[in-house]
């Protein structure tokens, strides 16, 4: 005991900040032991576990390191900030272990349980994932925030996901390092957050060191980052802000477009929500005099959105001969937390299609969708407004969109060049247009049905080939359009050579037999004689706009490209 009293004392806790993904204002910290170092024999962090895991005093260890990183945190001076403590799996299986210990520290410094989510991580042997899932419903059951560290590099994966309902998933470094880089790290990550928000949980993306990681991870959907971008961890608790200027520039500084479609604030009922706080007396008369609702929605002291309550849950006290006695009676009347119902609730950054798509998946009896801001409670969405929002969706959708390849339509097209020529370029963004050479002759041997086809399956190869981050449209006919910001010209020019290959080998699946054999076709061109004409192929013209780029120049560039290109092999390019 006396060894590990001397251990505990040389240890300390750094915080590094988890900050809301589209405000940069602080949500979290995490804490973090230091001092390993000076401990004779420890290398590591998880040298220290595994020591006092191997000493049967792994449970009293942490019980210790709890409350010293609580005792430091409370000293913190900014409003409902949360910490992360990190758990080892292992004290599950300690026979010491007993719940009530954490309630006790919070007590001790004044500090509600929402204060706290312990991380729980999904890395280590198949026994320590067993004891994460029992970790997890113990945690859950006494109320606590619970949050699956390194995710992605377990082996319960997509299972824990599914059974766990934690609250939060952080997505390992692993996956967000070169992110923008990376498309297959790219289309994991966009699809475990996809899942992660439709089953009501949030995403952490940690270990984020760069702008453009911050910016794809920003664009796949996370709702907070963590990283060296943000703050190295820090021993200092003074150095820890409410606020972070260098990531509220990068967000002003980010003019991209945004597919994700705003919610019109026209939609969203500012129903009056009451404090958790609020008395069982207050709750009475709030119904009698609110007979709109029969629910009211529920916050804590930060408005943080809880849950509601329903009428129907208190009728039977508020009706009954003494009801309302009873609940102005201080000593009888209790806290608002026992009627607290869970209900569906989005953050507005998410924009309508994944709140509609969220609706469609956990609605059930709900009248509606509850809409938060960084966690604070901002109004309510009723079915009518849904549906109302969901029909305007898909108009907006097919009229943006061309009929045959589902690809944005020039209206889209039009507003992409506009943003891009319109501001002060400080990134380099490159325009591909691609033309058929040789359709109408196509079309007139085979058909209408098969040139939609080779259409369908140029589209097909775009959305293959080019990164998730490129804005991809039809134009109409056999012609489409590709755009792409903060890419290298020559890794461009080299895909787009790529596309044309491809593109060119697979459609000559489409001829007959004597027509491959051949290399072309015979039929008239526009002045009814009969001619040969090359198997289909598609040109390609790519514009560089920079920061020097003379915009005027723009349209007259374009033509005489696209005029050069067409039935060329290679791409023809120019900067701006």
């Known amino acids: 005991m006396q060894k590990w009293n001397e251990i505990i004392a040389k240890l300390d806790y750094a ?36 020591k006092a895991f191997n000493d049967d005093f792994l449970y009293e260890l942490d019980l210790q390191l709890r409350e010293k990183a609580i005792s430091k945190f409370s ?47 999904e890395k280590g042997t198949a026994i320590e994932q067993n004891a994460l899932s029992s970790m997890i419903q113990k945690y859950k059951e006494s109320g606590y925030s619970i949050a699956i560290d390194d995710f992605g590099i377990g082996v319960s994966g997509l299972k824990l996901l599914y059974f766990s309902e934690a609250h939060v998933i952080k997505l390992d470094r692993f996956f967000i390092t070169n992110i923008d880089q990376d498309s297959k790290k790219k289309l994991f990550c966009s699809s475990i957050i996809e899942m992660a928000h439709i089953m009501g949980m949030q995403v952490i993306a940690e270990g984020i060191e760069t702008a453009k990681e911050f910016y794809t991870c920003k664009d796949i959907g996370a709702d907070f980052i963590q990283g060296y971008l943000v703050q190295y961890p820090t021993l200092d608790i003074n150095e820890i802000k409410n606020i972070y200027p260098n990531i509220v520039s990068l967000i002003n500084d980010d003019k991209r477009a945004n597919g994700n479609a705003s919610i019109d604030s026209e939609f969203i009922e500012s129903i009056i929500a009451l404090d958790i706080n609020t008395s069982l007396y207050n709750l009475f008369v709030h119904f009698k005099e609110d007979t709109k609702n029969n629910f009211v929605p529920i916050v804590d002291d930060f408005e943080n959105f809880l849950g509601i309550i329903y009428e129907s849950d208190i009728k039977k006290i508020s009706y009954s001969q003494y009801g309302l006695s009873l609940a102005q009676n201080m000593t009888y009347s209790s806290s608002l937390i026992k009627y607290i119902k869970p209900a569906l609730s989005v953050e507005i950054s998410w924009g309508i299609d994944k709140i509609l798509e969220m609706y469609n998946l956990k609605s059930k009896d709900s009248l509606g969708i509850f809409i938060t801001q960084s966690g604070k409670y901002k109004g309510f969405i009723n079915l009518n407004s849904l549906l109302t929002l969901s029909y305007k969706r898909n108009i907006e959708i097919a009229t943006n969109q061309n009929p045959l390849t589902k690809l944005p339509g020039n209206n889209q097209i039009e507003k992409y060049i ?27 041997i085979y058909g209408f049905r098969q040139g939609d086809r080779a259409i369908l399956i140029f589209s097909e190869l775009l959305q293959k080939r080019y990164p998730k981050d490129a804005f991809i449209a039809h134009i109409g006919g056999d012609d489409f359009f590709v755009g792409l910001k903060d890419h290298k010209y020559q890794d461009i020019l080299n895909l787009t050579q790529e596309v044309q290959k491809e593109f060119k080998s697979t459609a000559e699946n489409i001829y007959k037999k004597t027509d491959k054999e051949n290399g072309f076709i015979l039929s008239k061109d526009r002045f009814n004689m009969e001619r040969r004409f090359d198997l289909l192929s598609v040109s390609a013209a790519i514009i560089e706009i920079n920061s020097k780029s003379n915009i005027s ?14 039935g060329s092999r290679e791409p023809i390019s120019s900067i701006l």
């Open 553 to 566: 120049n723009f349209d007259n560039t374009l033509n005489i490209l696209k005029k050069a290109s067409k």
């Open 75 to 121: 000293n913190i001076e900014i409003e409902n900030l949360k910490i992360f403590y990190n758990l080892d799996n292992r004290i599950i299986y300690n026979k010491k272990y007993t719940q009530g210990n954490t309630a006790k520290i919070l007590d001790k410094y004044k500090l509600d349980k929402n204060r706290i989510c312990f991380e729980l991580s």
């Open 418 to 444: 506009e943003k891009t020529l319109k501001k002060n370029q400080k990134n380099i963004t490159h325009i591909i247009y691609f033309d058929f050479n040789d359709f109408k002759p196509f079309n007139d």
């Open 15 to 50: 915080f590094q900040p988890i900050i809301y993904s589209h405000t940069g204002k602080i949500y979290a910290v995490e804490a973090l032991v230091r001092g390993v170092q000076n401990i004779d024999g420890l290398n590591c962090i998880d040298d220290l576990f595994d």
